[in-house]
């Protein structure tokens, strides 16, 4: 038995009429009889009764019907999961993060793509750096948002969006009243920090700081990058932290900008090198909205995209937390 012979049972009774029935579905009466008596012999029954007159079904072919249609509906919804899936409109993406990198445009980009593909489900896991790359190798996730470039020859990545460094004061600083800070305040300013064992982007911050040719004096190291805000606004010294990080408003924190730059914080896209349709479309949509589509984060000035180290200083090149 195969989904034909239902389509053409249903058909025909449907319409009562061999005739009828195939004229409805683009095929001569005489196949559609043989199919309809193939069907019968398989199932060991009769499902119409047939006369010169008139056709009608039978109580098996009856209580068949409600069982064929079904079947035909759920094939015809199958039919259309698989291409939906196939399409990238329908799935599931699951996309590993740390909470610095909430804090830029990813948010309204995942909200903008639920809303353009309804049938995708995203799901959002926050974890360590090294634990969102052992995600995605394992196939657990589909896409990470790294402050890295990607890590193996499996995998491969593109800057999602440019994200300068800056300087998070105590609004009562000398300095909040300025414009920019310069790298050096920190040869006599504390410094909160993530930990360093922890993370390759603190590490990369205090080794470009040696390079500059001083040693910073750590205050306190934290895991999160919104605890630095915090241990800012309470006076225990001042924080090196991403540009979207900044911008979350804490009323005794003053946030300025490295001049000239000190280093880069890019995030990057990190996948497999063959994704799936669901990951190209949003991979499509981050190309087509990064980095300034979100209306409720004031994006990057152009002018100041191309932001990387100071010619003195070494580029962060790999990154982790914040």
Partial sequence: MELRHLRYFAAVADHLSF?????????SQPPLSQQIRDLEREIGVDLFERSSRRVALTAAGEDFLRNARAILVQAADAIDRARTIGTGT??????????SVLAGPLGGLIRLFEQRFRGVDVRIHEMAPDEQIAALKAHRTELSFLRSPPEGPDLAGEIAWRERLCVALPAGH?????RSVPVDVFRTERLVSLRLEGSRFADGIFRACVAQGFTPRLSQQVREA?????LVA??????????????????????????PPFLSADVHALHHRRTGPVVDNFLALLREEAPGFDRNVQPINRAEQHIGPRESGPAITRASEG
């Fill in 234 to 259: 309470a006076g225990f010294g001042l924080a090196i932290i991403p540009e979207y990080v900044g911008r979350l408003n804490h009323p005794g924190v003053v946030v300025l900008p490295f001049d």
């Fill in 174 to 178: 000398a300095l909040a009243a300025g």
């Fill in 90 to 99: 329908a799935g599931i993406l699951n996309i590993g993060m740390t909470s």
């Fill in 226 to 230: 919104s605890s630095l805000i915090s």
């Fill in 19 to 27: 005739t009828a029935a195939a004229h409805s579905l683009g095929v």
